[in-house]
């Protein structure tokens, strides 16, 4: 069993690639982010727990979120991998991941911190489907708008403190991966099919 890590700031387009990834390897994609919004709507402890980190905009503690992976790495469809989207998010979970998964490529999407603030405040999702669009980079059908939300920690308050949180707890696996030989880095920073086809030709 060999996993895929999808690496970069908040932003950067990593649920949005991860569609394209999973049709062409199979790979169930695993979002901490959509597991801990899940629990707090839910209402679970676990929300509850996660809920203030995550308002504050700062990262939820290793231990919770290693608890969430193993649980999920338990279930069948990740017996063959999975496609890790925000996940690892600090050394420590990168060194957790390790003893239990083999990571075979980090794919990271990198965008110049000035886009990630327009990227993320023009977030939209479809409530009913959970289709990510953007107000100016992917506008969403005409009919739907009643159905579209913002998520609560898509404000630009919010989006200083993950991308502070990004610079001094994430973005050192770049290094970490980088010395295990297998960072790939693609330039997010253009159209979504541009840096899709740069992922696809990665997987070949
Ligand atoms: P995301 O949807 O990946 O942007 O995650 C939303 C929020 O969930 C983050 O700002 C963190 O508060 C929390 N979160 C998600 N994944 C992790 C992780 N691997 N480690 C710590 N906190 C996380």
Do not use: C
Request: net charge negative; proline share 4%.
């Amino acid at each position: 069993m060999s996993s895929i890590v999808l690496f970069g700031p908040p932003g950067a387009g990593k649920g949005t690639q991860a569609t394209a990834i999973m049709e062409k390897t199979g790979l169930p994609q695993v979002s901490t982010g959509d597991m801990l919004r899940s629990a707090l709507s839910k209402g679970t402890n676990l929300g509850l727990e996660a809920k203030g980190y995550m308002e504050a905009g700062d990262l939820v503690p290793d231990g919770l979120i290693l608890s969430l992976i193993e649980e999920r790495l338990k279930e069948e469809d990740a017996k063959n991998g999975v496609l890790f989207d925000g996940f690892p998010r600090t050394i420590l979970q990168a060194e957790s991941l390790a003893k239990i998964t083999k990571v075979s490529m980090v794919i990271s999407i990198e965008v110049p911190d000035d886009n990630i603030v327009e990227r993320i405040v023009g977030r939209r999702m479809d409530s009913e489907t959970g289709e990510i669009y953007h107000i100016k980079f992917k506008p969403a059908p005409s009919g739907i708008s009643d159905r579209l939300i913002q998520r609560k920690d898509d404000t630009e308050e919010t989006v200083r403190s993950r991308l502070n949180a990004y610079h001094s707890q994430t973005a050192p696996l770049a290094d970490y991966y980088s010395n295990l030989g297998v960072l790939e880095k693609v330039n997010g920073n253009r159209n979504i099919i541009d840096v899709t086809n740069s992922i696809l030709e990665l997987l070949v």
